[in-house]
Every structure is written in structure tokens, then in C-alpha cells.
């Protein structure tokens, strides 16, 4: 119907607070990873400039580590192409990041290892 024309919605939250109980007791490996996957969902409009290589790229880079810096980046994109690149992040929509983890690692993002669910 046109209602999502010229329209990008991005949607951030984080895990909130967790209540205790059955696996938070055991600490397990479950509940580690529940703690610490945030949200992130892009609703883009299909006719936006450059929709194919961005959806290509949200695809490839769906399953792999971002961190503030990259949000940051992407959304700077959205008014300058130019802008895919910041000194710390890089736009989910402009580049394919590396599954090397030495560039997308926990150590390399400076995030502490009992929150890190890297499998390096």
C-alpha cells in the first residue's frame, strides 16, 4: 500500500534482566548464551536505492559478531552510501564482514570472556 515508502526501521534491544531460576542456577551453557544475544531487526523499504546489495549483504552477515560500532556505522549509511566505514565499525548494509576472528573476535571488540560466545 505505500505506507513503507522512503522508511527504514531498525529495531535495538538488549536481553534486559534475567530472572534466576532452573538454568540460571547450574549456569548452563543455554542460559550463557540467552544472557548475552541481543535483537536486532532492519525493515527496509524494497524500493530504497541499492535494496539488492544491501539485502546481500544483511544475509551474509546475519550470523556474525557486530558490535555498537557497526549499528552506528549502518545507520550513517542509511543517509550517506560514502559512510560504510567508521574508525571502529562498518555498515551491516555496505560490507561483508570477515568470519576471520582475528578482526570479529571477542578479544578484538574488547568483550570479557565469561560474556564472550565466540567458538574460537
Do not use: A
Not at 560504510?84 to 578482526?103: M, Q, V
Request: hydrophobic fraction near 30%; aromatic fraction near 10%.
Amino acid at each position: 500500500k505505500g505506507n513503507m515508502k522512503d522508511t527504514t526501521i531498525v529495531v535495538i534491544s538488549d536481553h534486559n534482566y534475567n530472572m534466576p531460576g532452573p538454568y540460571s542456577l547450574g549456569e548452563l551453557e543455554d542460559w550463557k548464551k540467552e544472557l548475552t544475544l541481543p535483537y536486532l531487526n532492519i525493515i527496509l523499504d524494497k524500493d530504497m536505492k541499492n535494496f539488492d546489495e544491501i539485502k546481500e549483504n544483511l544475509i551474509y552477515n546475519e550470523n556474525i559478531m557486530v558490535n555498537p560500532y557497526d549499528v552506528h556505522s549502518t545507520i550513517l549509511s542509511l543517509f550517506n552510501k560514502s559512510i560504510s566505514k567508521t574508525n571502529r565499525g562498518k555498515s551491516l548494509f555496505y560490507e561483508k564482514f570477515s568470519l576471520d576472528p582475528s578482526e570479529r573476535s571477542c578479544k578484538q571488540m574488547k568483550i570479557k570472556e565469561d560474556w564472550c560466545r565466540c567458538s574460537e
